[in-house]
């Protein structure tokens, strides 16, 4: 019924407690999880997750905050994307919020996962933070439109969703939207078209209300399924079909 579009499982603290997590997302009727890459040498572990059930699907990337790790080639992660679990690239993106310039190096892996998508054919993932305007900006140039993907963990402007969107990209909304202070994002949440919407995790991060401040995990994307239930007056079971149907779509899994 829901699917985790983005989480974490590799990390430690989930994956040692893997098939917990799994029995917890069949009691929330969480169908499906997709477990995000964030180095290269993480990549290995994040397959062998994904390969441990049916249910779980992998990325591969860089993610932009990460500076003393291995640089991804195109031809690289177009060689790791060939394997049947990886249906993404990345994360990847720009991230200037605890790192000051020169950034170019993110800026030109950036850029090199654009290409890969682009190549491989899979979609990619974006993480953009106090970068938005570069982040649309080099989309624009290197064509990610014609790879598409999803701007996950959204929490920038209506501006920037819609420019994401007129890119063929999808905004995701994790657990943040469900905290009280976060009215801004909730404003940008009913405007968006559930055409155009994903729901994720990020765990182990940013668990949901009514679990904020714990280890966040798949089983708790039902509540910003709520969450955005509520923002768009229609029924939970519309945002979880929706969003569903998106994520499957996106990602190319029959």
Not at 224 to 249: D, P, S
Request: glycine share 6%; proline share 6%.
């Amino acid at each position: 019924m829901y699917v985790d579009s983005h989480c974490h499982l590799s990390f430690p603290e989930l994956q040692e407690d893997l098939q917990g997590i799994l029995a917890r997302m069949r009691e929330a009727k969480v169908d499906a999880a997709l477990n995000v890459c964030t180095t290269l040498p993480e990549f290995p572990s994040v397959l062998a997750v994904a390969e441990q059930a049916g249910n779980l699907y992998a990325s591969v990337g860089v993610h932009p905050d990460y500076t003393e790790t291995p640089e991804p080639t195109v031809e690289h992660l177009v060689e790791l994307a060939r394997h049947p679990k990886v249906v993404a690239i990345g994360e990847t993106g720009l991230d200037y919020y605890r790192l000051a310039e020169p950034l170019e190096w993110q800026r030109d892996r950036f850029r090199v996962h654009i290409r890969a998508a682009r190549a491989s054919g899979k979609p990619l993932i974006v993480h953009t933070r106090a970068a938005s305007e570069d982040t649309i900006r080099i989309m624009r140039e290197e064509g990610a439109d014609r790879a598409g993907g999803v701007m996950h963990c959204f929490t920038e402007s209506l501006e920037v969703a819609r420019a994401a969107m007129e890119l063929g990209f999808h905004i995701s909304f994790s657990g943040i939207v469900t905290f009280k202070n976060a009215r801004d994002l909730q404003a940008v949440a009913q405007a968006v078209p559930l055409a155009h919407m994903l729901i994720e995790t990020d765990a182990p991060y940013l668990a949901p209300v009514p679990h904020r401040g714990r280890r966040n995990e798949p089983s708790f994307v039902p509540h910003v399924a709520a969450k955005l239930a509520e923002l768009h007056g229609v029924a939970v079971e519309r945002i979880a079909e929706q969003t569903t149907a998106n994520f499957y779509r996106l990602f190319n899994i029959l």
